[in-house]
């Protein structure tokens, strides 16, 4: 079976690991914790990083620090998975979709005005599969409406809009390590920002909001939340750091050799890279066109039939029973992109036989 995408484990993971558990620092307090925040504030280019135990937590966090809540609207692409939307409703907020581009498959930023109202309270582009947002039309909505903007970057580690990091542009913004990114810890998110207010802000809400007063008594002056990464996976985590621009390396190598194989197949419209962007390539996604002759489920199948792991496009949340009747724009794009869009292999680990395996049946699925 090729996978569509698992972890690379290659470099200092189990000697970080046995410090922690040989010291009996194992839990949320520890070196590596600490230094996991250092050293992704340092590789993204932040001011400060606030590790969480997972992605969903980062941007829930993140939203908590805003302030957004009960009867804010937060602007937010149905084209992706479900839990940065979960979050806006964890907080008490709603919804509002907006459709995307149907050349780099994220948030169409020129469309955003059309659905902002006065309970307008943020705006949170998700970077799905790698490529980034239009983040400068994104910036100058959110100064004209004096609107938050939450970038959720949990697929596009190591990405760049305009020479910065993906996750940086915004207010604040939100990377996911779960198995399947481009580094993992198991589990685990991180939330950055520029903003040292909101760091502090974020960090004292993810550690229970705990004061220790002084005779070493907890006290804890507001609602707080256990969003805190333990030391293991925090070492885990730097471990992977160490590696990740190898990492980021063979993504686009990846990326371009199956742009090599597929580009003369007709009926299949390739991942693009805008001029002022640099993708991650986190998951190779591909447009299956009418011209193909077969359908995107069609060649899913044939896919999996000859044990490759493929995957449709995240299916459209506007048309899940708890999303249904929120507010949104016309989002025709999204639902032909969803209909059309699908995942192949794309771990580090994959290798150039494989790819030449995958595109050799997918050249061959529509005869």
Avoid at 21 to 44: A, C, P, Q
Avoid at 143 to 169: M, Q
Avoid at 267 to 273: A, F, N, S, V
Wanted: charged share 25%.
């Amino acid at each position: 079976m090729i996978p569509l995408c698992v972890p690379e484990i290659r470099g200092n993971e189990l000697k970080y690991v046995k410090d922690c558990i040989d010291t009996n620092w194992v839990s949320s307090v520890g070196s590596y914790v600490n230094l996991f925040e250092d050293k992704f504030s340092e590789y993204v280019g932040s001011k400060s990083a606030v590790v969480t135990m997972n992605g969903t937590a980062a941007l829930q966090l993140a939203l908590l620090t805003l302030g957004v809540g009960e009867g804010d609207e937060v602007i937010v692409p149905s084209l992706t998975f479900i839990s940065p939307i979960n979050t806006i409703k964890y907080v008490g907020a709603m919804p509002v979709f907006v459709d995307v581009c149907r050349d780099t498959f994220v948030m169409d930023a020129q469309k955003i005005e059309e659905v902002i109202t006065a309970k307008t309270k943020a705006i949170m582009p998700v970077h799905i599969y790698g490529h980034p947002v239009d983040m400068k039309s994104v910036m100058e909505i959110a100064l004209k409406y004096n609107l938050y903007v939450v970038e959720d970057a949990t697929e596009a580690l190591g990405s760049t809009f305009n020479g910065k990091k993906a996750g940086t542009i915004g207010d604040i913004g939100c990377f996911s390590f779960n198995g399947n990114k481009i580094i993992t810890t198991g589990s685990g998110g991180m939330l950055v920002t520029n903003n040292l207010i909101y760091g502090d802000r974020a960090k004292f809400l993810s550690t229970q909001t705990k004061v220790v007063t002084e005779n070493k008594a907890f006290y804890h002056p507001e609602v707080g939340y256990n969003f805190r990464m333990p030391n293991l996976l925090a070492a885990f985590g730097v471990a992977q750091l160490e590696n990740i621009k190898d990492y980021l390396k063979i993504k686009r190598e990846n990326a371009v050799y199956y742009n090599e194989l597929l580009g003369e197949v007709k009926g299949i419209t390739l991942p693009i890279e805008k001029e002022n962007v640099e993708n991650c390539f986190w998951l190779y996604s591909i447009l299956i066109e009418d011209e193909y002759g077969i359908t995107r489920d069609a060649l899913v199948q044939k896919l999996n039939e000859e044990k490759i792991e493929a995957r449709p496009f995240f299916m459209p949340i506007h048309g899940m029973p708890p999303y249904k009747n929120c507010k949104h724009g016309d989002l025709s794009v999204t639902a032909e992109i969803y209909a059309r869009g699908i995942n192949l292999p794309s771990s580090v680990g994959l290798k150039k036989q494989d790819i030449e395996k995958i595109c050799e049946i997918i050249k061959k699925a529509n005869k």
